[in-house]
């Protein structure tokens, strides 16, 4: 993705086991399907068809569409979700946003009381006093200046489900707009997930700070040197991964026939294998989840042990 800007090649038939099913550690974005359209009509072809498909998605405080005004105007357009660092710290000295950075960790330390449905709970009780107190931004980061083994990051899809379906909940929805800045997130399957549960932009910093490790190591500058790779500095770097993960969830859309991401944010257009009913109506509510599975303690356990130093 760093140095040609593509997508990798995978094949054509998923036979691995489910993650439910599996027997090695998977992500939590493993245990959603994307759903899609078998027919379109008409077809999308994100190649062919591009001037009518957009990845514009507005930042900010969204009011009656029906009552015109220029107060309706006062958002933050974004040309995609995807955010680099500096477009990040943008967004957080933006005085009309009133951003507000929400840490997502959890507390080892707590015990019982510090279980993860409670840190979920207090999450969303942060963004509901975020907004009401004027933030039209939330920014939920699990970015840490230093590694506490005893505060190990929440799931972000799981955080950023949780304030969504709260704000819908409590009638906030439409007063802020939820950016997520996580390390959890690198492919496009992941960034399409994060957007359908109700995320309007992500900020993958570590994946920036691969492509940029990537591109400064011997083993690269030295197939560069010899042609066996094109030539590409830090920024194309970063900008090939920024391409192909738009790329990616342009082809994502079009599968279920949709033309405007503004239209796939907050739609849950998945289908769940392996969640328990308890974490679907927190973060994941009205998503087709049939088997059940994991509960909050068991994902606990699963993803989120103590780090070994």
Known sequence: MASQGKEPTFCMGDDIPLAILSQKP????DYFKQRFAQVTNPAIDPLRE????SLE??????????EVGPENASQVILSSPVLNEGELESLLNDPSLKPQVLPTFFDIRKGVDGSLEKTLNKLCEAADEAVRNGSQLLVLSDRSDALEPTRPAVPILLAVGAVHQHLIQNGLRMSASIVADTAQCFSTHQFACLVGFGASAICPYLAL?????????????NLMRNGKMPTVTIEQAQKNFCKAVKSGLLKILSKMGISLLSSYCGAQIFEIYGLGKEIVDLSFCGSV???????????RKTYMKPLVL
């Not at 998605?57 to 029906?66: E, Q, S, V």
């Not at 700070?209 to 500058?221: A, F, G, I």
């Not at 059940?292 to 303690?297: E, I, S, Y």
Request: hydrophobic share 40%; glycine share 10%.
């Open 289 to 299: 989840s049939k088997i059940g599975g994991l509960t909050f303690d068991e994902v």
């Open 209 to 221: 700070e691969t492509c940029r490790q990537w591109r400064l190591s011997n083993k690269t500058v």
């Open 50 to 53: 591009g001037l009518v498909m």
């Open 26 to 29: 998977h992500m939590l974005y």
């Open 57 to 66: 998605i507005n930042i900010g405080k969204r009011r009656n569409i029906l």
